[in-house]
């Protein structure tokens, strides 16, 4: 596998990229940040991290002190999943893993933060019916495509508008997921509220067809992802929590840029989090996927909208910012947007393939290709056999 041909690599060495920066309770070295990944290499059953891989993973990639790291959505609770090979953290099994991950990742005097994740309507009803689980989100019937619609009602497990009391359920699954993460070492959590899953379901008008309190207005569809971050919050404070949202995402049947309210839905959702901010409850950081990535699945800049930007985000909340998409192969961008003392870049297929990413971008040496693949293969190949770049000049990479 050799070098990346298809941009020009830049050294960030004298840039804000290496200034340092708190976030939460830590104080991160350089702002090129690992952001979630999922990488279904979790034992099924039990929902287990990878016992024989998993550590070694997130020790290579926060091999520079001073690294932060957001794992891979981890399930709080089995009736958040519908994945098999996903991780969750509310077994001690699974416990046992994760403190094994996060002593690594301090060991090399970095820090680790927990993606909650909450599928909904994403994950497999057949598998969740399977396991005695409902397939939920936050309206009956309203199907992200044909395919699921058609597996729902062969695996007799229709799409169920959660009630009040099943989301009072979740809220409290969160609040045990943050508590079982914080207790197993990692230094903060991150709200998965983006790319479709069950909170973006709520938020977003082509999914949430509710009458009821938590359907119909702005505020109303914003209601479920505030109330998880208020519980989340007084559970283990605001500098252990953050939150990730993507505005312009369509993956999973959204919206993004074809419903003219979607600044106004996520700028009042941002400014809720501010005005909590303001109060004395800040969250460690805010975290937007970019409309250059409009589907994670889609291959590197392809799937790609450039009639919006998430820069109205700046003008209304004032702690840090972290920003994920195709940065890699936009240096020139990453270069623009780190002029802004406040934000964090996230490096996500290119951190994949080269754990030693922190050092090549601090030179401007030349990133190693991925392997789409082994992205979500059971198997170590294409997870902690990518070389570093000292590894690849002694395997002839740069004559390839």
């Known amino acids: 596998m050799p070098f990346s041909k298809d941009f020009e690599p830049v050294a960030f060495k004298d840039t804000n990229m290496f200034k340092p920066m708190k976030v939460g309770n830590t104080t991160i070295l350089h702002r090129a940040a690992l952001p979630p990944l999922t990488r279904m290499r979790a034992h099924h059953p039990g929902h287990i991290p990878n016992r024989e891989w998993a550590v070694e993973y997130y020790k290579q990639r926060s091999q520079r002190p001073g690294t932060m790291l ?7 609770s089995a009736q958040s999943g519908g994945y ?50 409902r397939y939920d989100s936050a309206s009956d019937g309203i199907y992200m495509s044909a395919e699921q619609e058609e597996l729902a009602k062969k695996s007799n497990n229709p799409q169920h508008g959660i009630t009040k009391d099943e989301i009072k359920q979740y809220i409290k699954d969160y609040v045990q997921g943050a508590k079982n993460a914080i207790a197993a070492g990692a230094d903060g959590i991150e709200i998965h509220s983006a790319n479709s899953y069950l909170l973006n379901q709520f938020i977003d008008p082509k999914s949430n067809k ?12 914003a209601r479920f992802t505030l109330e998880v971050v208020d519980a989340i919050v007084d559970a283990i404070g605001p500098e252990r929590t953050a939150i990730r949202l993507s505005p312009y995402g369509t993956y999973g049947d959204m919206s993004g840029g074809a419903e003219p309210l979607i600044v106004a ?29 409009l589907d994670p699945f889609a291959p590197e800049g392809e799937d790609v909208y450039n009639e919006g930007t998430t820069d109205f985000a700046y003008s209304i909340w004032k702690g840090p910012i972290m920003r994920a998409g195709n940065y890699a192969i936009h240096p020139e961008v990453a270069m623009e947007v780190l002029k ?7 490096y996500g297929r290119y951190f994949i393939a080269n754990p030693d990413l922190v050092d090549r971008l601090e030179k401007g ?25 000292e590894e690849a000049i002694k395997m002839g990479w740069d004559k390839q």
């Open 70 to 76: 957001v794992t891979e959505g981890v399930f709080p």
């Open 84 to 133: 098999d090979n996903a991780p969750g953290i509310w077994s001690e099994e699974q416990m046992v893993e994760w403190r094994k991950i996060f002593n690594a990742v301090h060991d090399n005097k970095s820090f680790a933060w927990v993606q909650l994740w909450v599928l909904g309507r994403q994950g497999f009803p057949d598998s969740l019916a399977r396991d005695g689980l």
């Open 210 to 221: 509710r009458t009821d309190e938590y359907g119909g207005s702005i505020e109303n569809r």
């Open 265 to 293: 839905q996520y700028a009042y959702i941002i400014g809720e989090l501010e005005r909590r901010a303001k109060e004395g409850k800040r969250l460690a950081y805010l975290h937007l996927v970019e409309p250059r990535v």
């Open 340 to 346: 802004d003392d406040r934000t964090i870049v996230g």
């Open 365 to 389: 040496l030349p990133l190693n290709k991925y392997d789409r693949s082994t992205f979500y293969a059971m198997s170590a190949e294409g997870y902690i056999d990518y070389p570093t770049y």
